[in-house]
C-alpha cells in the first residue's frame, strides 16, 4: 500500500498534448509543481512524450516497469488497459476514468471484468472513478485538474501534517484541502477511491495505523465490506472521523448515481461506528474543523465542562448546546466560587462563568482557577475578541491547557472571517461556532471512552506526542 | 418609539471625565464619530462637561428636556433618577447599568420601583441590563463601550440597509454587526432590551412595520408577554427570523442568571412559533446568515427544489438536508431533462443535476433549463469555484433569478473564507455552509406560505421592492 502513495516510478496512461488532456495535468503537476523524483512515463496512441515524460504506444511497449500505472482514458478501454498492466507485472493502478457501475448495467460489467484481472493477477486497484492519492511528506499527487496555482495548494505540501483522508469524492477533497490552509492543522495523505472495485476504506484505515497519521477522516457514499470496516476501525488506535451520506431515502439515491455504492441501511451505520468507536459526523465541515481538538489539545477525559464567557448570552447558548452534545455543565465547588470571586470583575461565578469589562490579569486568572479545579474535565471559553489582549489570553491558555492536561475547545463570538484570521495568524484552535466547540469536545470525549474501554488508553494521546507543539 | 431611535437631544447621566468612565464612551461615539447634530447633555456629580457636552450635577438642573435620557450609574442611583426624569418630563429613558432583576431579590426590587414610576409618569423605559438603540440611518447610537475604530463598525454606518435586530445581549450585537460586514446585507436598526421592564420585543416588532425594514432578527432569552409578542408577530408583514436560547434545562439556567427571565416552557414557545407564522432559527448564526435570502432573491413559492452541482458528493449530501429542511428533491420532467442531455457535459440529467469539468456556456444554459422548467420552484447550486468563471456565471444567474420569479440558494464548496471573499467582493448571496442553504430554502417557504394563510402575500415580497437591485 505504501508505494501507492509514494511510488518510484509510475506510468500514465492516457496523457497525451490534446488540448484539455486531463492526463496530462497530472504530468505537469508532478514535472512542474512538485519535483516529483521519480520516473514518469506516458502512454498514448501517438506514443508522444508529455511534458518531458517518454511516451509510448501501449503498456507492453513500456521500456520498463513502473511501481504504478494511473488510468485515464475512456471507460471502454480500461479493461484491456488493466489486462495489459497484469501481463506487463504492474502491481498497482489507479483509475481515475468515470463510467463503470456509477453509469448503468454495461459499466458494472466492465467493472466486474477489471475485478477479475485484478483478482487473478494479485494487483491492487484503487477505483474506478476516482482521483487516486496524494501525499504532503513524498510530494506524491495523482490527482488530475489540479491547479498549482493556488495559494492553498502550496501550502498543503510546504507544510505537512498529520491528518490523513479517505474520501470517495473529489469535490469533498478540494472543499477539506482548502479549508485546511486556512486552519492550523495540515494535511498527511489524501486517498480518494471512488468506486472502490478492490481497495476500500478498511485497507486503508489499515494502513494509516503506520505511519504518521494522527487522526482519519473519510467520506463515504457507501461502506464497501461493512465487516472488514468494522475491524479495522476496531483496531485503529487513531481517532476516526466520518461523514456518510444517505440519512435519508433521498441522499442514499443521490449517492448511487455519484459513486455507485448500494443504499446502506442508515441505522446499522450508525450502530456500527458506535460498537466500532467511529465517530460520525454531523456535517460535512467537521471533517475539517474537528480534527484540531485532536492535534491541539489534551484529551477530554471527563463530561464535566466549565464556561467561560465575556458575553453573558454565550453562556446560554452554550449550555443548551453543551446538553445536546451529551455533556455536563459542572456544578463549581464552592472552593472554586470563592477564588473566581476574588478574581475580580466576575457577574456570576457559577457555571457559565460570566465577566465585564476586565484587564488581561483577570482572564489569565479564571483560566488557571477552573483548569486547577478538580470537578472541571474541560474548559470551554466563549470570548468575544473586544481587545486584542484577549488573543495573548488565549495564547497563554494554550500552555496552561498542556499543564493542567485538560482541554480547552476556544470559540469566539466573532464574525467568522475574523476568528478565522486570528486562527490563522496567531495558530491558536479558534473553532467557527459554537456548535463546533460543543461538537470538538464531545468527539474529544467519545475517543478517550472507546479507548478506554478497548485498554488502549496509553499510545492514543496525540497532544502528548513530542514534537507536536 | 421612533425617537428611541432619533431624539433630537440627549442626556447620558453617568458620563464623566474619570477614567474608563462607560457613559463617556456614549458622548465620545455621537460626537467624535457619528456627527450626531443634535444637542447632547452629561449628567455627573461634579456638573461637569465631557467631550464638549454640557455638564449639569443633576437632572433637575438641567437646561433643557432632552427627547431621551440615557442612565448608566450604579444600579442603587437608578430608581431616583428614573424619578427625576419623570419630574423632568422626559418621555423616554433608556437604562443601561446592570444589577436589576438578573442579580437577585434585592435588583429585582429596584427594577419593580422603576416599573412603578414609568406606569405612573407614561414614560417609556428600555432596559435595564441593556445597550439600547442604533439607528444607521440616522446615525445614532446609544451603545457604551463601542470602539469606532473598528472597520465593521465603519461600513455599518456607512451602508445602511434594511435588517433591524431586536436583541437581548451585547454580546450577541456584536457577533451580528460584525458578521455582517462580511455580508451583502446591511443594518437598519438595532435594538438591545436587555431585561426589558417595559419596552418589549412586542413593541418594537410593531415599530419595524412601519419603517425601511424588511427582514426582523430576534435574539430572545425570555419572552416577555407571550400573547403580545404572538398578536405582534401575526400582525407581521415582514420575516421574523427568532433564535430562544432555554431549550435545555441548562440553558434556561444560565439565561437566567444573565438577563432575568423565567425559563418559559420551550415547546410551547416552539408552537407559539408555528401559529404566529414565526420562524425559529436552528443556530445563532442564522441570525445573520439567512436574512440575504430574503432581500436578495425571490420567495420560494412550492416546496420542489432542484440542485445542480459540478461535485457529484454535494449533490448527495444536499439531497439529505434539503430531505431533512423538510422540502423535496423535484422529479424532473421527461422534457427538461432531454434539454439538460442537450446541454452537453451532463453526467445525471436527473436531479441532482451533476456536471463534469464545462465551460461557462453549460453553466449558464443549465441555470436557464432549471428555472425556466415548470416543475422547478427554486434552484439549489452547489458550485465548487475551481476557476473564476464559476463566479461570473453566479452573477448571471441573479438576473435570471429575477426574470423567472425563483429563488436560489447558492453554496460554494470551497473554503468558508474564499467564499465570503467572493460574496463580499462581488455582491453574490453565498451561503457559507450547505445546510445554510438547505435552511435559507426552508425559512422562504415558511414565510411564503404563513402570509399566504394570512392573505398577506401581495406586499410581502422584499425582492421586487424598487430600488432593491
Not at 342 to 362: E, L, R
Request: aromatic residues 8%; glycine residues 8%.
Amino acid at each position: 500500500m505504501e508505494k501507492f502513495f509514494n511510488p518510484e516510478s509510475v506510468v500514465v496512461i492516457g496523457a497525451s498534448n490534446s488540448p484539455f488532456n486531463l492526463g496530462a495535468t497530472i504530468c505537469n503537476i508532478l514535472k512542474d509543481y512538485l519535483d516529483y523524483t521519480g520516473a514518469v512515463y506516458v502512454v498514448n496512441s501517438k506514443g508522444e512524450q508529455v511534458n518531458g515524460c517518454p511516451g509510448f504506444s501501449s503498456v507492453p511497449a513500456l521500456s520498463a516497469v513502473p511501481d504504478m500505472a494511473i488510468i485515464i482514458v475512456a471507460a471502454r478501454h480500461v479493461p484491456g488497459i488493466v489486462r495489459d498492466c497484469a501481463e506487463k507485472g504492474i502491481k498497482r493502478v489507479i483509475i481515475e476514468s468515470a463510467g463503470f457501475a456509477e453509469d448503468g448495467a454495461e459499466g458494472a460489467a466492465m467493472q466486474r471484468e477489471i475485478d477479475e484481472v485484478a483478482q487473478s493477477s494479485g494487483m491492487r486497484i484503487m477505483g474506478p472513478n476516482c482521483l487516486g492519492t496524494l501525499s504532503t511528506r513524498n510530494k506524491f499527487c495523482s490527482f488530475y485538474g489540479v491547479n498549482p496555482s493556488l495559494v492553498e495548494m502550496n501550502q498543503i505540501f510546504e507544510v505537512p501534517g498529520n491528518i490523513s483522508y479517505i474520501i470517495q469524492s473529489g469535490g469533498v477533497v478540494v472543499l477539506v484541502m482548502e479549508s485546511l490552509y486556512y486552519d492550523l492543522v495540515g494535511i498527511n495523505k489524501v486517498v480518494s477511491i471512488g468506486n472502490k472495485c478492490d481497495v476500500d476504506e478498511a485497507d486503508l484505515i489499515d494502513y494509516f495505523q503506520k505511519d504518521e497519521t494522527q487522526v482519519i477522516g473519510m467520506y463515504l457514499e457507501n461502506v464497501a465490506d461493512g465487516r472488514r470496516l468494522m475491524e479495522a476501525a476496531e483496531k485503529s488506535r487513531k481517532p476516526i472521523l466520518v461523514f456518510k451520506t444517505g440519512k435519508t431515502p433521498e441522499g442514499a439515491a443521490a449517492a448511487t448515481s455519484h459513486t455507485a455504492g448500494m443504499a446502506n441501511d442508515d441505522l446499522i451505520f450508525d450502530s456500527a461506528c458506535r460498537q466500532a468507536g467511529m465517530i460520525r459526523l454531523k456535517s460535512i465541515d467537521e471533517l475539517h474543523s474537528l480534527p484540531k481538538i485532536f492535534t491541539q489539545m489534551p484529551l477530554l477525559k471527563g463530561n464535566r465542562v466549565a464556561m467561560f464567557t465575556n458575553s453573558g448570552a454565550f453562556g446560554s447558548i452554550a449550555a443548551d448546546l453543551l446538553a445536546e452534545a451529551g455533556l455536563r455543565m459542572v456544578t463549581l465547588s464552592d472552593r472554586t466560587q470563592a477564588k473566581l470571586k476574588k478574581a475580580g470583575q466576575v457577574f456570576n461565578v457559577k457555571n457559565p462563568v460570566d465577566i465585564g469589562p476586565a484587564p488581561p490579569q483577570t482572564y489569565l486568572d479564571i483560566f488557571e482557577i477552573l483548569l486547577a479545579a478538580d470537578e472541571v474535565d474541560g474548559l470551554w471559553p466563549l470570548l468575544s475578541v473586544w481587545q486584542t489582549f484577549v488573543i495573548d489570553c488565549l495564547e497563554e491558555l494554550l500552555k496552561m491547557c498542556r499543564h493542567y492536561d485538560k482541554p480547552a475547545a476556544i470559540y469566539t463570538p466573532n464574525a467568522i472571517s475574523k476568528s478565522i484570521a486570528i486562527r490563522t495568524g496567531r495558530r491558536i484552535p479558534i473553532f467557527e461556532t459554537a456548535e463546533q466547540s460543543a461538537r470538538a469536545l464531545c468527539v474529544s470525549f467519545m475517543f478517550y471512552n472507546s479507548m478506554r474501554k478497548r485498554g488502549g488508553l496509553e499510545n492514543c494521546e496525540i497532544f502528548a506526542a513530542p514534537g507536536m507543539e
